[in-house]
């Protein structure tokens, strides 16, 4: 089981920018898929991005041109730079590690989850 410990969320204006970081446990973390997935208020949990073990990136409509997912191996983690931030982008941001890799924008093939970090955009 992989622990993931996200951080970075907090409150910004709308326009702002925000970068959310989720450091993995484990030694095997460059062979995994790692995902943001984000949970507002009496939604389901929605995909945002992904990244594969090689480097492809998957995003979500809402998130195309304003949000960009990268990974750091040396350092077991995985970044979501949030920029141009809307009042609906609102939410508590999960990451999760895919340890088949490939990475997916649906919530089953992610074995491991973070506890979430609140990110709140104020309008």
């Known amino acids: 089981q992989v622990q993931l410990v996200e951080s970075g969320g907090g409150l910004v204006q709308a326009g702002g920018s925000l970068r959310l970081s989720c450091a993995a446990s484990?030694?095997?973390?460059?062979?995994?898929?790692m995902g943001w997935f984000r949970q507002a208020p009496g939604k389901e949990r929605e995909f945002v991005a992904a990244i594969s073990w090689s480097g492809n990136k998957y995003y979500a409509d809402s998130a195309k041109g304003r949000f960009t997912i990268s990974r750091d191996n040396a350092k077991n983690t995985v970044y979501l730079q949030m920029n141009s931030l809307k009042p609906e982008d609102t939410a508590v941001y999960y990451c999760?590690?895919?340890?088949?890799?490939?990475?997916?924008?649906?919530?089953?093939?992610?074995?491991?989850w973070g506890q979430g970090t609140q990110v709140t955009v104020s309008s």
């Open positions: 484990g030694r095997s973390f460059s062979n995994y898929a």
């Open positions: 999760a590690a895919d340890l088949g890799g490939l990475g997916s924008t649906q919530t089953y093939p992610y074995e491991s």
